[in-house]
């Protein structure tokens, strides 16, 4: 495996399971892995990518196996849906609440409500900009600042030798969002120190294949000299190479594309020689999410930010792996 947790992180959440297994849980009856008492409703950003199905396996697949009831919602990439689920899961008093932000601001109010009904939140995935860090325990998931630079170090890299104008397109996760943000700043942070890099269209494709398309066709039409695609996410990027191709155009090629994720369609377009370098991202959260519910449910303390650690792929590494990806 390419991912890893960071070893001081890895040995905590060792530590930790080891200690929730030991029994002192409150009269949990054992069961999975001694969590059998704890309660945890989760928001669900959405169905909008091969990202989100893996990561929503990945939580249900280890909430069972941790032997905690796991409450599921999909808020259709809709914060007010998300708000509702949240409502209702502190009504049926679960143990602790974990959510993957749909967009960053406006949650304080809902947050304030867990708060003073006693149950723990955990942030997972993506983050919130709430002033007040005491309104959630952790947050669990990838730094996407660093994700964007990846890309743009990529690049600056790429045409290094260049002296040309390097015209980009960029396909922006969905508005407002944690890693649309932080994926455009950590870019345009790299790229910005040489002013031959230009993103002459940046525009929303809402992390799914269809939007990626359609944004990118309509890139294409107005922007005849595009050489690199930006995409915030593989779907989009799998969605423009079809726009791409559709132009008569050779993604890879005529346009370079450089993604986020590492999804296996991706890592297949990748391999194929259509998309040029993708920055992994991890949606593998839930064992570590699980770990940290059973510890924040007992009142122990917990690092306040978890970060998952990735790694980036070229087509050549693409070939190598793919076979054995998971998601
Ligand atoms: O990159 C994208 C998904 O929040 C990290 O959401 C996640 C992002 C992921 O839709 O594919």
């Known amino acids: 495996m390419l991912k890893r947790i960071s070893a001081l992180v890895l040995a905590g959440l060792t530590a930790m399971s080891v200690s929730a297994c030991g029994g002192s849980s409150g009269g949990s009856s054992g069961g999975g892995g001694?969590?059998?008492?704890?309660?945890?409703?989760?928001?669900q950003v959405g169905a909008e990518s091969g990202w989100r199905t893996a990561n929503t396996k990945s939580v249900q697949d280890s909430a069972k196996s941790a032997g905690i009831t796991l409450k599921f919602s999909d808020a259709q990439q809709k914060q007010e849906n998300q708000i509702k689920a949240i409502r209702s899961y502190i009504q049926q008093k679960?143990?602790?609440?974990?959510?993957?932000?749909?967009v960053e601001s406006g949650w304080d109010t809902v947050?304030?409500?867990a708060k003073n009904a006693k149950i723990p939140v955990i942030l997972?995935?993506?983050?919130?900009?709430?002033?007040d860090t005491s309104l959630y325990k952790t947050f669990l998931g990838s730094d996407f600042v660093e994700e964007g630079k990846k890309a743009g170090q990529w690049l600056v890299n790429e045409y290094k030798d260049g002296k040309d104008p390097v015209n980009i397109v960029e396909l922006q996760g969905t508005t407002g969002s944690a890693p649309a943000n932080d994926r455009k700043s950590g870019f345009q942070e790299v790229i910005g120190a040489d002013p031959k890099f230009k993103?002459?269209?940046?525009?929303t494709g809402d992390f799914t294949r269809a939007k990626g398309k359609e944004v990118m066709e309509a890139f294409l039409k107005s922007n005849p000299d595009i050489d690199v695609l930006y995409a915030h996410n593989d779907d989009m990027g799998l969605g423009a190479i079809e726009a791409i191709e559709g132009a008569g155009k050779v993604p890879g090629k005529d346009i370079k594309i450089v993604t986020v994720?590492?999804?296996?369609?991706?890592?297949?377009?990748?391999?194929?020689?259509?998309?040029?370098?993708?920055?992994?991202?991890?949606p593998l959260l839930g064992p570590q999410l699980m770990d940290l519910a059973k510890k924040v449910v007992k009142g122990e303390q917990v690092p306040a930010r978890v970060v998952t650690e990735e790694t980036t792929f070229t087509q050549e590494q693409a070939k190598q792996v793919l076979s054995s990806r998971q998601y």
């Open 34 to 43: 001694g969590g059998s008492s704890i309660t945890m409703g989760f928001s």
């Open 261 to 282: 994720d590492a999804v296996k369609d991706g890592m297949q377009a990748l391999a194929d020689g259509k998309i040029s370098f993708i920055v992994e991202c991890s």
């Open 111 to 113: 947050l304030k409500e």
């Open 94 to 102: 679960v143990d602790v609440i974990a959510f993957s932000p749909v």
């Open 124 to 131: 997972t995935d993506r983050a919130v900009d709430s002033k």
């Open 199 to 203: 993103i002459i269209a940046s525009q």
